[in-house]
Every structure is written in structure tokens, then in C-alpha cells.
T-cell receptor
Framework: SQQGEEDPQALSIQEGENATMNCSYKTSINNLQWYRQNSGRGLVHLILIRSNEREKHSGRLRVTLDTSKKSSSLLITASRAADTASYFC???????????FGKGTHLIIQP | SAVISQKPSRDICQRGTSLTIQCQVDSQVTMMFWYRQQPGQSLTLIATANQGSEATYESGFVIDKFPISRPNLTFSTLTVSNMSPEDSSIYLCSTEGVNYGYTFGSGTRLTVV
């Protein structure tokens, strides 16, 4: 079952602007991951943040994690048209569990 | 990280028939996972497949409808049985990746008519 909610469900911004997406979850986690999906294809792993980490950077991506609020945010800086995609957060609780996905944010970058 | 080859990439099937989806991994992995993504929705875990044991199904998914095979550490199949239009979805396999993120196949887009 889906663990969390993401907001906004859809986001449209101009190229060059920053895009922020939020994710909330319900149970304790081992780590939280963000994925990108282009046009209903396979998912591409973007970044993983562990439960004992608060912030992580990778290129134009910045992820924060607040375990007290059970929430995370993904910031994409200096957006590009190629960033147009759906973005999903996914939580991992540990052991032999698979990932539990949020509902996703559909991001559109206007050229 | 592992690379997964998933096929078919898409198929259109008649109701009442079955479709088997295959995932081949380029390295040995202990666990593989199967997900369903209904149109416009997020991913829902169907089952976890360990080599040498029966797959573990999530609530709402049963083996008779979604039988899974895991004959070795690099291969798995998911069969969607006795299909109905409600089974029209994208089906994805993935490997474990606790420390570096999971790797996903490219997905199978299934349309049942």
C-alpha cells in the first residue's frame, strides 16, 4: 500500500526556476529515496537519504529529511526542459521489504 | 548498480488470456520485486521474489492471479493470469539496492481488451 502523500500533485514552472516537491510518510524508515519516471517508463534512481541524515546534495538536486515530521523535500535547482517527468518518493523500512511509493509529482518545465 | 532487461515492453492482450513478463538481471541479486502502476497512479508492490523460495505477496495480490517464478539469482517472471481490462497497467520489476537505490526494469505496458 502507498505510504505517503506528495505535493504538489502537479507543478509547472519556467525553465531556469527552482522546483520543490514534498513527500510525507507514515511509518519509521531506514531510508527515503527519490525516483524520476519519464512518460510511464522505468524509474531512475535520483538520490537516497538515510534516516540519520538531514540533507543531501547531488548535482542540481537537494534532498532534506525530517524524521520528526515524517517528511522530505526534493529541490531541483536551475530547472531544464529535460527535467519534465514524474517524481516519486519511496521509503524503505528495512529487512526484506520492497519500496513504498508516494503518489508522485508531475513536473512540467516550460521552455 | 545492476542493469535489468525487461520484456515485453508492451502488449495488447485479449481478456481471459495470460501474459508472462520476464526480467533478466546482469548480476546475481538475492531479492527481486514486482510492482504494478495503474494508469496515472503510483507504484504498488505486488510481491517479493527470493530465489529458492515462494514469493511473498502483498495484501490484495494472490499467487493464482500473479504467479511468480525465480529459478535463479538473475532471472524472474511475473504472469498476469486470466486478464481483465482492470489489469491494464504498467508492470515493473526491480532489484534490491538498500544502500544505493533500487534498479528498475523499463516496464511492461499492458493493455487488456
Amino acid at each position: 500500500s502507498q505510504q505517503g502523500e506528495e505535493d504538489p500533485q502537479a507543478l509547472s514552472i519556467q525553465e531556469g526556476e527552482n522546483a520543490t516537491m514534498n513527500c510525507s510518510y507514515k511509518t519509521s524508515i531506514n531510508n527515503l529515496q527519490w525516483y524520476r519516471q519519464n512518460s510511464g517508463r522505468g524509474l531512475v534512481h535520483l538520490i537516497l537519504i538515510r534516516s540519520n541524515e538531514r540533507e543531501k546534495h547531488s548535482g542540481r538536486l537537494r534532498v532534506t529529511l525530517d524524521t520528526s515530521k515524517k517528511s522530505s523535500s526534493l529541490l531541483i535547482t536551475a530547472s531544464r526542459a529535460a527535467d519534465t517527468a514524474s517524481y516519486f518518493c519511496a521509503t524503505f523500512r528495512g529487512g526484506a521489504d520492497g519500496l513504498t511509493f508516494g503518489k508522485g509529482t508531475h513536473l512540467i518545465i516550460q521552455p | 548498480s545492476a542493469v535489468i532487461s525487461q520484456k515485453p515492453s508492451r502488449d495488447i492482450c485479449q481478456r481471459g488470456t495470460s501474459l508472462t513478463i520476464q526480467c533478466q538481471v546482469d548480476s546475481q541479486v538475492t531479492m527481486m520485486f514486482w510492482y504494478r502502476q495503474q494508469p496515472g497512479q503510483s507504484l504498488t508492490l505486488i510481491a517479493t521474489a527470493n530465489q529458492g523460495s515462494e514469493a511473498t505477496y502483498e495484501s490484495g495480490f494472490v499467487i493464482d492471479k500473479f504467479p511468480i517464478s525465480r529459478p535463479n539469482l538473475t532471472f524472474s517472471t511475473l504472469t498476469v493470469s486470466n486478464m481483465s481490462p482492470e489489469d491494464s497497467s504498467i508492470y515493473l520489476c526491480s532489484t534490491e539496492g538498500v544502500n544505493y537505490g533500487y534498479t528498475f526494469g523499463s516496464g511492461t505496458r499492458l493493455t487488456v481488451v
